[in-house]
C-alpha cells in the first residue's frame, strides 16, 4: 500500500532542519569544549538530543519521511553525539590519562559510528520496540549528563570524576556495540490504552527532572543504562526459562 505524501513539499524540509538544528549545537558545543566551557558544552550535547528527537517526530507527523532524511540524521548523530562528546570528556579530563585517555574518547566516536552503521541496516528488519546496543544519543547524553553532575556536587576537579570518566567512557562505548536490548520507547501501547495516566505519570517527572535537572538527568541516564543490562541478562532468561518450562509441562 503506497504512503500518502505531504501536501506541501515544505514538509520536507522540517525533519531536515531540525537534524541540522541537532548538527549546529552539536558543533557549537565542540568550540565551547575547547573553550574550556565544559558545563555549556555538555547542556549543548543535550540540546541536540531534543532536536534529533524532533526531527524523527516530524517526519512521521508529516509523513516526509525518507532515504535521504535517514543518512543525513545519521551523519549529523556521529558529529553531535560521537565527535562532539569525545571532544568533551576528553578536553575535561581524559588528557590526564594521556594515550589511554586519547583512546577512551576515539572508542566513544568508533563505537558510534559501529552503532549507527548496524542500526541503519538493521531498520525494518527487526522489532521497534527494542534498541540492539545502547543508543548513540543515550551514550552522549549520559556522558554530558555526568559532567553537569559532577560540577553540581562540587566534585568536577577531583580524581575520582576523571576515574569515573574513563570508566564511564569505556562502559557507553561498549554497550553501543553489544547486543544490550533497550526500550526504545516507540511502540507504546500501554500508553495509548491509559492516556491520563500516562500524562500525570510524564508530568510528575517533568517536574521531578526540572527541578534538579543536574543530579536527576544523570540518575535518568544511569537508570536507562542499567535496564538495558537487567532486561537482557536477568528478566529476558527468565522469561525464557519459564516459557521452556511451559513447553515442558504441555509436552508431559
Not at 102 to 130: E, H, V, W, Y
Amino acid at each position: 500500500m503506497e504512503h500518502p505524501k505531504p501536501k506541501h513539499r515544505g514538509y520536507y524540509l522540517l525533519p531536515n532542519m531540525m537534524t541540522m538544528a541537532s548538527l549546529f549545537v552539536g558543533f557549537v558545543g565542540m568550540l565551547w569544549s575547547l573553550e574550556g566551557r565544559f558545563e555549556m558544552a555538555a547542556v549543548a550535547i543535550l540540546g541536540s538530543c531534543l532536536f534529533d528527537g524532533l526531527d524523527g517526530k516530524l517526519a512521521r507527523l508529516t509523513n516526509s519521511a525518507s532515504d535521504f532524511g535517514v543518512q543525513l540524521d545519521s551523519l549529523a548523530d556521529l558529529v553531535a553525539f560521537g565527535v562532539a562528546p569525545a571532544l568533551l570528556v576528553y578536553q575535561w579530563h581524559l588528557h590526564a590519562f594521556e594515550r589511554l585517555g586519547m583512546m577512551a574518547a576515539f572508542l566513544i566516536i568508533a563505537c558510534g559510528a559501529l552503532r549507527l552503521a548496524r542500526f541503519n541496516i538493521q531498520t525494518g528488519k527487526i522489532s521497534k520496540k527494542f534498541f540492539i546496543g545502547l543508543p548513540i544519543p543515550a551514550a552522549a547524553c549520559i556522558l554530558a549528563a555526568f559532567v553537569l553532575f559532577a560540577h553540581h556536587l562540587g566534585f568536577a576537579a577531583t580524581s575520582l570524576a576523571a576515574q569515573v570518566l574513563l570508566a564511564l567512557s569505556f562502559v557507553v562505548s561498549l554497550l553501543m556495540v553489544s547486543a544490550v536490548r533497550y526500550f526504545s520507547f516507540k511502540e507504546m501501547d500501554g500508553l495509548r490504552t491509559h492516556r491520563f495516566s500516562a500524562t500525570v505519570t510524564a508530568l510528575f517527572l517533568f517536574v521531578l527532572i526540572a527541578s534538579e535537572p543536574k543530579l536527576l538527568l544523570f540518575v535518568c541516564g544511569l537508570g536507562y543504562l542499567l535496564s538495558g543490562l537487567i532486561y537482557s541478562f536477568v528478566l529476558l532468561p527468565l522469561r525464557r526459562h519459564s516459557l521452556r518450562l511451559r513447553d515442558a509441562q504441555r509436552l508431559s
